[in-house]
T-cell receptor, first 110, second 116 residues
Framework: NAGVTQTPKFQVLKTGQSMTLQCAQDMNHEYMSWYRQDPGMGLRLIHYSVGAGITDQGEVPNGYNVSRSTTEDFPLRLLSAAPSQTSVYFC?????????FGPGTRLTVL | AQSVSQHNHHVILSEAASLELGCNYSYGGTVNLFWYVQYPGQHLQLLLKYFSEDPLVKGIKGFEAEFIKSKFSFNLRKPSVQWSDTAEYFCAVKPHGSGNTGKLIFGQGTTLQVKP
């Protein structure tokens, strides 16, 4: 199993650009989520999904969209990037008793 | 609102020193509790978890944590740290009950620096 994979690993955007962060898992987990990690603030939940076709907002959803058309994939879209979205983004999927994290995407918005 | 507080933001220890990192949460109901570790440049990995069994939980690499329900605490301990324990440590809580949908709530993180 590859576990949770994320692409790209690094990305630089200009303000106003849009992009999609990809996340995939091969563990057949229903629950997937996106977090952003900022210094001194821990991980904050952006969006999550409890299964294909079902998504909901987390703690900091503004400026981000998600969709869940399949169990495996959970992409995160930045509609119009802003410098405040400079962060490290982690995708996670949850099995029984444990949440597995992807390697992260480091995003810089200039 | 539900929250998790880690009191120590940055801890510096010498090798072989004992470690205790504090974690408190605010939620009156049933919870699952976790400690995650993030080594430099890597993603989060599970150290240990509490799921309503013995309140003293043993994890990987000699770490353990004790759930004290009356104090809403889940402190992480290790009797003797190594240089390789240098990392960032996150406490997380999964509240049970309607409306929580299994979300994990993370603390701010504690950076541990172990000097050789």
């Amino acid at each position: 199993n590859a576990g949770v994979t994320q692409t790209p690993k690094f990305q630089v955007l200009k303000t106003g650009q849009s992009m999609t962060l990809q996340c995939a898992q091969d563990m057949n987990h229903e629950y997937m989520s996106w977090y952003r990690q900022d210094p001194g603030m821990g991980l904050r939940l952006i969006h999550y999904s409890v299964g294909a076709g079902i998504t909901d907002q987390g703690e900091v959803p503004n400026g981000y969209n998600v969709s869940r058309s399949t169990t495996e994939d959970f992409p995160l879209r930045l509609l119009s990037a802003a410098p405040s979205q400079t962060s490290v983004y982690f995708c996670a999927s949850r099995g029984i008793g444990e949440q597995f994290f992807g390697p992260g995407t480091r995003l810089t918005v200039l | 609102a539900q929250s998790v507080s880690q009191h120590n933001h940055h801890v510096i220890l010498s090798e072989a020193a004992s470690l205790e990192l504090g974690c408190n949460y605010s939620y009156g109901g049933t919870v699952n509790l976790f400690w995650y570790v993030q080594y430099p440049g890597q993603h989060l990995q599970l150290l240990l978890k509490y799921f309503s069994e013995d309140p003293l939980v043993k994890g990987i690499k000699g770490f353990e944590a004790e759930f004290i329900k009356s104090k809403f605490s889940f402190n992480l301990r290790k009797p003797s740290v190594q240089w390789s324990d240098t990392a960032e440590y996150f406490c997380a809580v999964k509240p049970h009950g309607s409306g929580n949908t299994g979300k994990l709530i993370f603390g701010q993180g504690t950076t541990l620096q172990v000097k050789p």
